[in-house]
């Protein structure tokens, strides 16, 4: 009997929009589901490269305090990376309902690139990458440059944290469709079979953000919020027929209503599903 793969649903939505708190609500009301943080393996129960994620963390952490958007856009990179191996992990270990993840690396990665290629061009302070060893404690930088390596060498690359930075924003040049099916061979996995689109206003998402403890992230400010979400908004508008956009206005619903909405898509995209296997 041919084995059955979870469908993978994605949230996504600019910094703000509630994304971790309903991905919380979910995992507590459905225990058969995974939950995945797209960047954070150590946040996930379980998962493996728990300390490469949080070495990474660290360093993207150390980034923003730099202001080194360079340095940031590269450790992003690398931390979606991890996706695709964790996902493949659990859905083979633990033979889950489906899969829930903040974010999603393909599309994440296809709607940021833009605007940290603006950042990095209007301001020459953008254009230098600190040396790791000076950045991270001997241990992580190992880990950290470990795992560069070893993505160049699937790529067939062999990349300096500089030169991952020039490869990805030179993919900003071409079509959003070849961007596409790039970025999901460069991170191992392909799109997910449902998108949930947590919109939310700009005003909104930035008091939320104000109101956050530690540092704000080099992207957080208003405007490129929202060149993000207006990049959200294109990115989803063109995705091939078989990746399901489910679009939810989060403005003024509870978390419990969010979570609400989310599980009457992912209930009507498996009866959807299952209705078509019985049809064959």
């Known amino acids: 009997m041919p084995r059955l793969e979870p469908p993978v649903v994605a949230l996504v939505g600019i910094d703000g929009s509630g994304k971790s708190t309903v991905l919380s609500l979910i995992g507590d009301r459905v225990p058969t589901c995974v939950t995945l943080s797209s960047m954070r393996n150590h946040d996930v129960a379980d998962a493996p490269l728990r300390d490469l994620s949080e070495a990474l963390d660290r360093l993207r952490t150390k980034a ?49 690139l833009p605007t940290f290629k603006k950042i990095i061009d209007s301001d020459e302070a953008h254009n230098s990458t600190p040396d790791l060893r000076t950045v991270l404690g001997p241990k992580d930088a190992k880990l950290v440059v470990r795992w560069l390596e070893a993505q160049g060498r699937r790529l067939g690359e062999a990349w300096s944290i500089d030169d991952l930075c020039e490869y990805l924003l030179s993919l900003t ?27 939310i206003d700009i005003d909104v998402a930035t008091d939320r953000l104000a109101g956050r403890s530690g540092l704000r992230e080099i992207h957080e400010s208003r405007n490129h919020l929202t060149r993000i979400r207006a990049r959200y908004q294109y990115v989803l508008n063109t995705l091939p027929p078989e990746v399901q956009v489910f679009p939810i206005a989060v403005d003024e619903r509870s978390p419990d209503q969010v979570a609400d909405s989310i599980m009457t898509a992912v209930t009507e995209r498996q009866s959807h599903v299952l209705a078509g296997v019985s049809a064959e």
Request: aromatic share 8%.
């Open 64 to 112: 923003h305090s730099l202001n080194s958007s360079r340095l940031v856009l590269a450790t992003m990179f690398l931390q979606m990376c991890m996706f695709g191996p964790t996902e493949r992990f659990f859905s083979g270990a633990t033979s889950p309902a489906f899969v829930l993840a903040d974010r999603h690396p393909v599309v994440d990665a296809a709607v940021h």
């Open 173 to 199: 040049s071409i079509p959003d469709s070849v961007l596409l099916e790039n970025l999901a061979v460069m991170l191992q996995t392909p799109l997910p079979q449902l998108i949930i689109w947590l919109d």
